[in-house]
């Protein structure tokens, strides 16, 4: 049963465009979200983070935005670059033990 | 520099050999995670340590053995109990902060790809 879900295995989108990824989770009682950047036959690099008490939290091109009545994160990139094409994967840490829970990742390609 | 060094990237075993992947990290970090990777799965949790001489179960720890005899290091090995080997192996870690907020942020090596022929 999918703790976290990430219902778009993929995104294409056009450079200079914004790019949504979303997220969905069933567990009320998660303290934080993050998202991960991975490339291919990489280990993945941690992108952005929001507490469950704030609503979005920004850092340079990417946004991160909670709603917690939908149970639903989304990040923003905008804009897109090349360099963004990459899997990006949703987690969620539990407020009772240190285990991440992971989405299974979307694939996002920005074309140029 | 500071960071994670799983070793080898690559390696190839014949079915029925046991193997064992090397982790190292020079962060001080308490907790240290091994996570497969398989296509369409996301990543699963083997084994975690949050402190030397103790470590416990992920969610798919059978046919895996870990040991955690120094901060720095958490190898795990893939016996030949494990009934689909061949995988993207990912180790991590990430500090335990004491009385602090724990954030959940992990830090990645790159990954060791084992086939089993």
């Known amino acids: 049963d999918q703790q976290v879900k990430q219902n778009s295995p993929s995104l294409s989108v056009q450079e200079g465009r914004i790019s949504i990824l979303n997220c969905d989770y069933t567990n009320s009682m998660f303290d934080y979200f993050l998202w991960y950047k991975k490339y291919p036959a990489e280990g993945p690099t941690f992108l952005i983070s929001?507490?469950?008490i704030k609503d979005k939290n920004e850092d340079g091109r990417f946004t991160v935005f909670l709603n917690k009545s939908a149970k639903h994160l989304s990040l923003h990139i905008v804009p897109s670059q090349p360099g963004d094409s990459a899997v990006y994967f949703c987690?969620?840490?539990?407020?009772?033990?240190?285990?991440?829970?992971w989405g299974l990742g979307t694939s996002l390609a920005v074309n140029p | 520099d500071g960071g994670i060094t799983q070793s080898p990237k690559y390696l190839f075993r014949k079915e029925g050999q046991n193997v064992t992947l090397s982790c190292e990290q020079n962060?001080?970090?308490?907790?240290m995670y091994w996570y497969r990777q398989d296509p369409g799965q996301g990543l699963r949790l083997i084994y975690y340590?949050?402190?030397?001489?103790?470590?416990q179960k992920g969610d798919i720890a059978e046919g895996y053995s870990v040991s955690r005899e120094k901060k720095e290091s958490f190898p795990l090995t893939v016996t030949s109990a494990q009934k689909n080997p061949t995988a993207f192996y990912l180790c991590?870690?990430?500090?335990?902060?004491?009385?602090?907020?724990?954030?959940?942020?992990?830090?990645f090596g790159e990954g060791s790809r084992l086939t089993v022929l």
């Open positions: 340590s949050q402190i030397v001489n103790d470590f």
């Open positions: 987690a969620a840490l539990p407020g009772n033990n240190r285990k991440l829970i």
């Open positions: 929001i507490s469950s």
């Open positions: 962060l001080n970090h308490d907790a």
């Open positions: 991590a870690s990430s500090p335990i902060p004491t009385g602090g907020l724990n954030t959940g942020e992990l830090f």
